[in-house]
């Protein structure tokens, strides 16, 4: 099992919900996030006054899979999240150990269904 972390744009969450959807994807959790990479903020006029954005906001996903989904949910993601600019986000793969539904005690790849 590989625990996977999608750090997208915002905008960017409905579409890659979907597309997760459509190869099989049953839960995931959404978190909103700040931070930077090489975009490195920007600067924005509010009301006469210039000031910097230095964490942008970003959406957070986690999903665990089975290791034979893996290479399908990692290509939807790149698929679905691009859009070709700076700032379009980073995805992280982590091994899992154990999985246990908390309902049933059921664990392992079963839990994930």
């Known amino acids: ?13 409905e579409e890659v919900k979907e597309a997760l959807a459509g190869v099989g994807i049953q839960g995931l959790t959404v978190s909103e996030v700040k931070g930077f990479g090489r975009q490195k903020g920007h600067k ?12 942008l906001p970003k959406v957070k996903l986690e999903i665990v899979v089975s290791d034979d989904v893996l290479e399908r949910v990692l290509e939807t993601i790149v698929k679905a999240a691009s859009t070709g600019r700076i700032g379009d986000g980073k995805i992280f793969v982590l091994p899992i150990d154990e999985a ?13 269904t």
Request: glycine share 8%.
């Open 1 to 13: 099992m590989k625990k996977v972390e999608a750090i997208i744009k915002p905008f960017k969450l």
């Open 44 to 55: 924005e006029l509010y009301r006469g006054a210039e000031y910097v954005v230095e964490f």
């Open 100 to 112: 246990i539904r908390i309902r049933t005690g059921e664990s392992g790849d079963i839990a994930l």
